[in-house]
Each structure stands twice: as structure tokens, then as C-alpha cells.
């Protein structure tokens, strides 16, 4: 995403995908106060929740990458994505008002995010999914490789930039969208996640950038993870506070850097 | 390889009525030859190669190579016709010298983008004709402008396209790296037989060193050789408020010293 919008600070978070993710969630667990409670309980299933949390970040993709294409300025862009964001949350926060005490409990869970509590059958959703994702990523490597050079030198090397968009949105939207929906929205790993691969590996080849994402992804997750569970003690933090507290220093940082616009 | 424009007509399509910038433009040209395109500031310089290179459509009429029109061609056939070298600042100035020129042997590498055999051979003769050998490491945002102007054009020569196209490659530099540039061009072209187009604002050096000149000014447009051009009075109208006159004597723009 950071290679599409031209932009190192772009990432599912700041530009409001998770918390398009998180509208559709929030609709499926407590719309059902406005739909009718036997309706929820019906649709409430994982792959409802996973095709919910999809939708939403689609919807906010493209909408987010229109918008794109008509402001070219990398600030505007990023006011954009939080505006939506705040767009998303109001939604939210409507609709908490009129759900029950109950399904707002879910749902704030929900948003603490979360890597355990799964059942098996939830993974399975999860890696179907990802591995939806990653193989139509890998499809894409070559064409991120143009994108490096800008729009314009891409298509002079063949690439069809309206195609390689609607694939991009496609990968990030199942990625974001059921990853979201089983662990919440999670932030800033996204964004951070790219940049420290970039500084480890000291390049901007996609092909050793997926790889290295893919992996080290998880690997700071899991580490966020393990200080929120806080070893020798039963308390469990919400595992959006650690990233948040390791991410948001990177976003700082970054912006310090962003004078040479690098990415 | 020869290059046909028949009556293009160059713009920008708009919802009620199209945007004209460059009306009649028809010229051929063939490899070897180096094009200098020159007008004055806003007359269309770019909006014509962007719409020579098909990145945006004629308003009318065509552009063809060997009698083939480049709309017909697929994005892919025609990156393997036309390289470009544009004044957008590419995306991203964190790659090698090296990994930026290999992004040009995209059109003929596999769905991965390895590189293979030919396509590293091809690479190291770009990087020894251009003399980039030395900086090939560096990472382009280190690079001066002069620098990152010539890797740029290794880019698009990596390409191997028979055609390239430059929009106004001298910008940001000093005279000297100037005529620099514009001499490998010119070797470019006539070595390597390629035929090369380029916008420029440094007018008395395309007069000595292209072999053919598209003057551009608000009636349309004039091609030919510049001997030629300054016979027919074409240059003379290329600034026509009098700010600059066309001297024949020293084949140069001059101007008047304030009194």
C-alpha cells in the first residue's frame, strides 16, 4: 500500500481500512439492534464476520484510493484516511448507543484486538483467507517493482495501472478485512512492519519485502503480545496499547525523516 | 524504424468541449535521428510526447511506428517500441543506481521480474556506456541531479526500445553537464541507432547539436532540419513579442542590452 498511494505513511490503519474493517463488524454484532435481535444471532457466524469486516475495508479502499487519484499531495491523503477514520467511528459509536449492553460488551472486545481465543475452524477461515491474499500478493510483485518509478514510468513498462489497482484493493481488502475481523483492529503494525524490513534488509525489492513482511509481521506481533499477557502476572493487556506503543513512536519518527520523503 | 505523426492533434478531452493544446502535427522521422522539441513555455511540449510516448491519447489523428499505430499496440508490445524519461520525480529515491536501470528490463523479464543472463549483460553495457559503473552502488537521493538525469536515461536505455523520449532532460543542470547530455544523446542515437525525441528550453544548443528540430508555437508546429528552419523563418517565430529576436548570423537566440 505504501508503494500504491506513494506514501511511507500509509498502512491499513492511517488511512482508515481497519476502521472500515471495524464499521462492518460493528454493524453485524450490534445492528442488530436496529435489524432485530433474531436476524444478529443468525448472521453472527465467523464467515459473517470475516465477509462483514471485508466489505468494510473494501468499501473504505476504494473510496480511499479515488480519492487518492484526485489529490496527489501525500498530506491530503493522510488527512483523508483520518477523516474517515473519524467517519467510521462516529458510525460506530451510533450505533453503540442503540445496542444492548451485551453486543457493545462484544464489540468492545472486539476492538481491543486480540491473537488468541480462536477455534480451529476460525483459523481455518483465516488461513483460507490469507492465503487468498498472499498468493494474489505474489501475483503482484512485478508490478510493485514499476510502481517504485511512479505511475506514469509503470505504464511505459507495460503495466496496466487500472488493473494492478483493482488486484492491490482486492489483496488488501481480504487481508486487512479477515484479519481484522478474527484479531481486531490491530494498529500500526501495518504501517511499522514495512519500514523495519526496509532498514533490515536495506531494499525495496517486493520480492524480498513480502517475504520479510511476512515474517516479521508476526514476529513483532507476537511479541507485542507477549508483553501484553505480561508474563508472571494474570493480567491481560488490550494488545492495541502495546502496538500503539510501539508503533506511534515509528509514525513520529518517520514524519521527522519524511523531509527526504523516503520510503 | 520509422516514426509517422499523421495530422495529430494533441489535448485533453473535457466533458462539454475537448481541451485543443497543438493542432496539425505531422512529421516522420527514423532511427539515428536526434529530435529537439522546442516552444515556448505552456505551448504543449509535454502534452505532445507524453501523447507521442501513448501515455495519453491524440485528440486526433495518429502516431505510428513501421506503419503500425501505437493505440493498437498492448501496453506490453509498446514498452518494448517506447522508453521514456519523464520531469515527474520517480516515487521513490531509495533504490540503487543499479536496481533503478534494472527496473527498464521489466518488459522482458518472467511474472517474478528475475533478471536473466541477457538481461544483466544488458544492464553492464548501460552501466559502462553511460560511465555509471562507479556510482552503481549508491542509492539515487545521494546522487546529484546530473547524476540521477543520466541513470535515468540508463533506465529508459535498458529498456532497448528503438525509441526514446525525453521531457526536458537539461532541466536542474549547468551548462556543462548540459552539453553533456545532450552529446551522449547524440551518441545515443547515431551508435546505437535509436531515434531519440526530447523537449528542451536551451534552444542554441539544439540548434548545434540536433539533427532535426519540432518548433511549437501557438499556429502549430514546424519540423525540419535546423538549417532548414532557420531558412524558412520558423525559429524567428518562436517568441514572438520581440523579448528575444533570432540572430541568422550567429544561428542563436540573443536579445537586446537595456538601453
Redo the contacts between chains.
Sequence with gaps: MQ?LF?NPLAGPFVLGISSGASLGAAILLMGGALVGGAAATYFSGDVALTIAASLGSFLVLAVVVYVASKVRDTLALLIIGLMFGSLTAALVSILSYFADSEELQRFIFWTFGSVGNLSWSQVGILSICVMIGVLISI?L??TL??????E??A??????IARSRFWIIIATGILAGAVTAFAGPIAFIGLAVPHLC?QLFSS??H?VLLPAVLLYGPILLLLCDTVAQMPSSAYVLPINAITSLVGAPIVIWLLVRKR???? | MQLTLESLSIGYLQKHEDLVVCDGIQFSSSAGDLVGVIGSNGIGKSTFLRTLAGLQPPLKGSVSLDGQNIAGLSPKDLSRKISVVLTDPIATKNLTVRELISLGRQPYTNWLGTLSREDLTKIDQVLSMLQLEDIQKRICYELSDGQLQRVMIGRALAQDTPVIILDEPTMHLDLVHKVQLLKILGSIASELHKLIIFSTHEINLAIQLCSHLLVMNKNGASFGSPDALIQNDSLQQLFPDKEVFFDQKSKSFTFEAAP
Excluded: A
Design positions: 508503494t506513494r501475483g510483485i512485478k517493482n514499476s510502481f517504485l518509478l511512479g506514469q514510468y505504464i511505459s513498462l507495460g503495466v496496466s526496509r525495496t525489492d520480492r527526504k520523503m523516503i520510503f
